[in-house]
C-alpha cells in the first residue's frame, strides 16, 4: 500500500525509448521528496534530481513563504495524523 496519508502525490517519468517502460514515484505529505532518475540519451547514465532539494530552492529563492496562504482550510482537510505532523516542530527535519 502506497498511501499513508490522505495526501499523495505523484511523479511519472518516462524512458524516451520505451513507450512500455515508465516509473512511477509516489510519495506522501509527511515524505520527502524522492531522488529521481531521469533518462537522457541511450547509452548515457541517467541524471539524478533530488526532488527535494530542488523544492527547497526554489521555494527559499521565490519567496514562497511570503506569498503562499497557509490559513485556508485545505480541501479535502488533513486527518488528525496529518494535522499533528503539520503542526510539529520536526516535520522538516
Known sequence: M???TSILDALKVEQ???RVTLLRYAWTL???LPVIPIPLKPGDADASVPLQEVF???YQRARYDLSVKYDPPLDPPLTPDELRWVQSPSKRS
Request: proline share 8%; hydrophobic share 35%; glycine share 0%.
Open 2 to 4: 502506497v498511501a499513508k
Open 30 to 32: 509527511s515524505d520527502k
Open 16 to 18: 524516451p525509448e520505451s
Open 56 to 58: 527547497d530552492i526554489v
